[in-house]
Structures are given as structure tokens and as C-alpha cells.
């Protein structure tokens, strides 16, 4: 049930095409590949330990740590900002 000027479905397309996106943002940042020795922003030795568990991993913990908490501040929802954030 669509209201105003959107047509029927309008609110599921979105949900759907968030969803999407949501999904492709997330297998961009999974790891692939060889895993590296020393990090790539420090120069830090990477532990074994942490090369075997990760496949594919770039960056020390530290690093890492600094890298997830700035994309999880640079958000591109607005829950509570509008009306429009309803439809994400």
C-alpha cells in the first residue's frame, strides 16, 4: 500500500534496494587473498596467529580497530532524522 505520489511496492523496492546495497558495502570489505606479513598502515608485524585466522588480512589489530571505527561513523542512514528514513 503506497500513499501520496509514490506507486505501489514503492516501500519494498527501497527496503530491497537497501538491502542490496547493505549486502555488496559488506562483501567489498571481506578479506581475500594472501594474507600480508606487516601491516599496510603501520609497517607492524602481523602475528601468525592472526594470518591463519584471517584470511587475507592487511592490517594489525590496532590498525584494524582504527579502520572499523571510522566506517561505522560514517553512516548513510538517518534513523530518526525525517520522514524518509522510515523507508531505508
Known sequence: MAGGWSKDGAVQEQI??????AV???RSRLH???SATHC??????IP???R??????RYCIACQAEI???QSLVSGYNRRGSKDSQLR
Open 68 to 70: 572499523d571505527q571510522q
Open 24 to 26: 555488496e558495502l559488506a
Open 52 to 57: 591463519k585466522a584471517i584470511i587475507g588480512v
Open 32 to 34: 581475500h587473498g594472501e
Open 40 to 45: 599496510e598502515e603501520c609497517e607492524a608485524s
Open 16 to 21: 530491497d534496494a537497501s538491502l542490496a546495497q
Open 48 to 50: 601468525e596467529a592472526r
